[in-house]
């Protein structure tokens, strides 16, 4: 029998400086904070918890990871906000794209402070008129 896995929970990420990693999260994204400590501040909204705690940062470690948008008008709506709040974004000028050639699915990437890659994406989004 194998393991079945679930949406994620929750994930913790070693930042520089954990306070401004969550006032970016805050500022961009609908989060509240859940938990603070000396060393760590706990972001959340209803389908995940992000851990932020005072280390190193390897965005190497990882090539991105993804949150799900339901719909493409959810998709440039965060692409207005990344911009009006002066995100790192990929692709500047043709942010939103297809997620690999060929594919239905279509994303933005941007960077946070500590230069995690991340990706919003929508399952099927080229469909959408």
Do not use: C
């Not at 079945?4 to 904070?33: C, I, M, T, Y």
């Not at 918890?49 to 965060?78: C, Q, V, W, Y």
């Not at 995100?87 to 690999?100: F, K």
Request: aromatic residues 10%.
């Amino acid at each position: 029998m194998k393991v079945q896995l679930g949406a994620v929970w929750h994930f913790s990420l070693g930042v520089r400086d954990p306070e401004k990693s969550a006032q970016f999260w805050l500022k961009n994204f609908d989060l509240q904070e859940m938990f603070r400590s000396d060393e760590a501040i706990g972001l959340t909204n209803d389908a995940i918890i992000i851990g932020f705690f005072k280390g190193t940062p390897h965005p190497e470690t990882i090539d991105h990871m993804s949150f799900r948008l339901d719909s493409m008008r959810s998709l440039r709506e965060a692409l207005e906000t990344l911009k009006k709040n002066g995100v790192e974004l990929e692709d500047p000028g043709d942010e939103i794209g297809p997620t690999a050639s060929g594919s239905p699915h279509m994303a933005l990437w941007f960077h946070d402070p500590d230069g995690y890659r991340w990706e919003l994406s929508v399952q099927n989004g080229a469909r959408e008129h």
